[in-house]
C-alpha cells in the first residue's frame, strides 16, 4: 500500500491487541494533527501504554511507537456511558505484520530526499537520441512483435535510460549505503508516455537493528546530506525490510508525524548541481571518501554537528544569538579535532615564565588579563 493512499482516508480498525479486549477505534494520518481515536464502553486508560498495535478493517496491519494519551472524554446516554480518548503517535507502521519497537528484526530501509537530484546529478542516466533518430526508429519497429506494420514519421522521439539503477555506494561502520534510481510507468497511450524517477537512498544494515536505532540512521544519513544541500531535507516514503528467522522479508511503510522538514525561507532556497561542493557522479571516490569520513565520526561529533545547523537554520538572520551559537559549536568540538598539545622549548618556556611573572605584578587591567590568557595558551590548541 503506497503511502499516500493510506494517508487519503481515515482508518477504522481494532486495536491494543495486546491486551485483553480490543477497541474501536479510528486512526488519521494528518501529519502533526495525527491521531487514532479509540472508543469504548468501559474507561480507557493508557497509563505506561507506550505502542499500540491495530488491525485495520480490510487493510494492514498498524503499529504505532512514542504514543502521548489525551484526556478521556465520556458521553451518557439511554444504553450506558461510553468513553473516547484521543491518541497522538510520533510514528505508525504499517503493513503485513505489526513490529514491536524493541525487536531487532530490521534488516533494510530506504527513504527519498527532495534535493536527491541536485547531490546526485546523474545527467547520464536519462537522454535522448537526436542524431539519425528515424533510422534508429525504424531498427527499433522492425524488431518489435507488434503484429502488424508500424509507421514511422520524419520526426520521431527516442528518449531512453540505460538502466544503470545504482549511482553511488559506499560502506560505512551502520552498513552498506547505495543510492540509485527507482523508475515507474504507464503503458503508452494516446495520452503520451509517462516515466517518473525517484532517486531512493537506502541501507542495509551491518546487523538487524530496532525501530528507534533505524530512525537514528537515517538522522545520522541527513545529516550529510543537508550540509551538501544547503538546506534541510524533506524525507518521504520511508520503508523498512524486517525478516524474522528464515522467513522471506516483509516490508513495511514508516509515516513519521514530526518528520525532518524546512519552512521559512529554505523553502525557497533550493541548490542548483554547481553549487554543491562535491558531486557523487563526478567525482565518485572524493565523495566516497568524504562520507564515509563524515559518518564515521557522526556519533562523536553529533553534538557540535547539531549546534553548527541550528545556526545554519536562520538563514539570512543574522544576530548575536547566531555569532555565539556559531562560536560554541567550535569550542565544543571533541578533542581529536583539533590539533593535539605540543611540547615547548626550554627558552620559551622561560620566557613564558618571566612573561607571566612581569605581567602578574601590574594592576588588574583587561589588557594585562588578556596578555596572561594569551601565554597561558601557549602550546595548546586554540
Not at 42 to 65: A, M, N, T, W
Not at 190 to 219: C, E, L
Amino acid at each position: 500500500m503506497s503511502g499516500e493512499k493510506f494517508e487519503d482516508k481515515d482508518h477504522v480498525g481494532r486495536f491494543l491487541q495486546d491486551r485483553a479486549s480490543d477497541l474501536h477505534g479510528t486512526l488519521k494520518l494528518r501529519g502533526v494533527r495525527t491521531a487514532l481515536t479509540l472508543y469504548s464502553n468501559d474507561f480507557i486508560s493508557g497509563k505506561g501504554c507506550d505502542e499500540v498495535f491495530g488491525q485495520i478493517y480490510r487493510g494492514p496491519r498498524v503499529s504505532l511507537y512514542d504514543c502521548c494519551w489525551g484526556g478521556v472524554s465520556s458521553t451518557s446516554g439511554q444504553t450506558g456511558t461510553s468513553y473516547s480518548t484521543e491518541i497522538f503517535p510520533h510514528y505508525v507502521v504499517y503493513g503485513e505484520e505489526h513490529l514491536k519497537a524493541s525487536e531487532e528484526v530490521i534488516e533494510s530501509l530506504e527513504f527519498v530526499i527532495d534535493d536527491a537530484e541536485v547531490i546526485f546529478n546523474d545527467q547520464e542516466a536519462f537522454g535522448q537520441v537526436i542524431e539519425n533518430s528515424r533510422l534508429q526508429m525504424e531498427s527499433i519497429i522492425a524488431n518489435q512483435p507488434v503484429g502488424h506494420q508500424v509507421a514511422c514519421g520524419d520526426f520521431p522521439y527516442i528518449f531512453y535510460f540505460t538502466g544503470n539503477d545504482e549511482i553511488f555506494s559506499a560502506q560505512i561502520e551502520l552498513g552498506a549505503v547505495t543510492v540509485r534510481h527507482s523508475l515507474s510507468y504507464s503503458s503508452p497511450s494516446p495520452k503520451g508516455i509517462s516515466v517518473p524517477n525517484k532517486i531512493v537512498v537506502s541501507i542495509r544494515f551491518s546487523s538487524p537493528k530496532n525501530f528507534k536505532d533505524s530512525i537514528r540512521a537515517v538522522d545520522d544519513l541527513l545529516s550529510f546530506f543537508k550540509v551538501l544541500a544547503g538546506r534541510p531535507q524533506n524525507i518521504s516514503d520511508l520503508i523498512v525490510e524486517t525478516r524474522r528467522g528464515g522467513a522471506e522479508p516483509t516490508f513495511l511503510d514508516v509515516y513519521w508525524s514530526y518528520p525532518p522538514q524546512r519552512s521559512g525561507e529554505f523553502q525557497f532556497m533550493k541548490s542548483v548541481p554547481r553549487d554543491v561542493p562535491i558531486q557523487a557522479c563526478s567525482n565518485p571516490e572524493e565523495f566516497r571518501s568524504v562520507f564515509q569520513d563524515w559518518m564515521s565520526r557522526e556519533e562523536e561529533w553529533k553534538v557540535p554537528r547539531q549546534r553548527f545547523w541550528s545556526s545554519m537554520s536562520q538563514g539570512r538572520d543574522y544576530t548575536v544569538d547566531r555569532l555565539i551559537c556559531s562560536a560554541n559549536s567550535f569550542d565544543i568540538l571533541p578533542a581529536s579535532a583539533v590539533p593535539a598539545i605540543v611540547e615547548i622549548d626550554d627558552k620559551l618556556e622561560q620566557a613564558c615564565k618571566d612573561a607571566r611573572a612581569s605581567f602578574g605584578e601590574l594592576p588588574q587591567s583587561l589588557e594585562r588579563d588578556s596578555i596572561l590568557g594569551a601565554l597561558g595558551r601557549i602550546g595548546q590548541a586554540t
